[in-house]
Structures are given as structure tokens and as C-alpha cells.
């Protein structure tokens, strides 16, 4: 079993960074791909960025690209998100999720996830 814990949430103004780790604990994930994922209340979880277990550059939504990077250190069983130029559009609970295997990075189709973290971004 894995359990994924997020953390680095919390209030920014727009324009301003956050920075989100989510550490996996139970058995090392250095060969899981893994994901971020978001979600408002109300409304679909949506993926946000993944990344292969072997690394790279990793996947994007559209709405993120090129403001948001993934990146992971199989060493501390940890994978980030970096989140720069952050807009109120960005306000959402972020989960962090892991599996082997991914066929579609973007899919929702992980075993294991995160009980997220609040990101909260004001104008």
C-alpha cells in the first residue's frame, strides 16, 4: 500500500507562488507515475500535470502551462508542483495521486491518492 500526503497549500495573492510536495510513505514510488490533480467544489476533479516514474519533463494541462512544474526526487519518495504566476482560476483542493503504469497520465485511472491540500489564490 502506498498513502500520499500533501502539504505547501495555503493563501496567496494572484501573481504570487506556491509550492506543493506530496510524500509517499508505505513502499517507494520510484517506479510509479505520478500526478496532480484538482478539484472545486462542485465541479469535476481535473488533472493539472504528471510525470513518468523515470522523470522528464511531464504533461500539462492547457491552463497551466508554461506557470506550473512537476518534478519528483525518487530519493525522498517525494514529488513536487511548483505553481508561479498563480490566478483565482487556480483556487481548488490539489491531490496528488500514483500508480504503475499509468496508461494516460491526464486519466483519472490512479489507485492511489492524496487527501489534498487547499490552494487558495485571492485577486
Known amino acids: 500500500q502506498v498513502q500520499l500526503v500533501e502539504s505547501g497549500g495555503g493563501l496567496v495573492q494572484a501573481g504570487g507562488s506556491l509550492r506543493l510536495s506530496c510524500a509517499a510513505s508505505?513502499?517507494?514510488?520510484?517506479?510509479?507515475?505520478m500526478a496532480w490533480f484538482r478539484q472545486v467544489l462542485g465541479k469535476e476533479r481535473e488533472f493539472v500535470a504528471g510525470?513518468?516514474?523515470?522523470?522528464?519533463?511531464?504533461e500539462y494541462a492547457a491552463s497551466v502551462k508554461g506557470r506550473f512544474t512537476i518534478s519528483r526526487d525518487n530519493a525522498k519518495n517525494t514529488v513536487y508542483l511548483q505553481m508561479n504566476s498563480l490566478k483565482p482560476e487556480d483556487t481548488a483542493i490539489y491531490y496528488c495521486?500514483?500508480?504503475?503504469?499509468?496508461?494516460?497520465?491526464?486519466?483519472?485511472?490512479?489507485?492511489?491518492w492524496g487527501q489534498g491540500t487547499q490552494v487558495t489564490v485571492s485577486s
Open positions: 508505505g513502499r517507494t514510488v520510484a517506479t510509479y507515475d
Open positions: 495521486a500514483a500508480d504503475v503504469a499509468v496508461t494516460i497520465l491526464s486519466g483519472p485511472n490512479y489507485g492511489y
Open positions: 510525470i513518468r516514474w523515470i522523470g522528464g519533463r511531464g
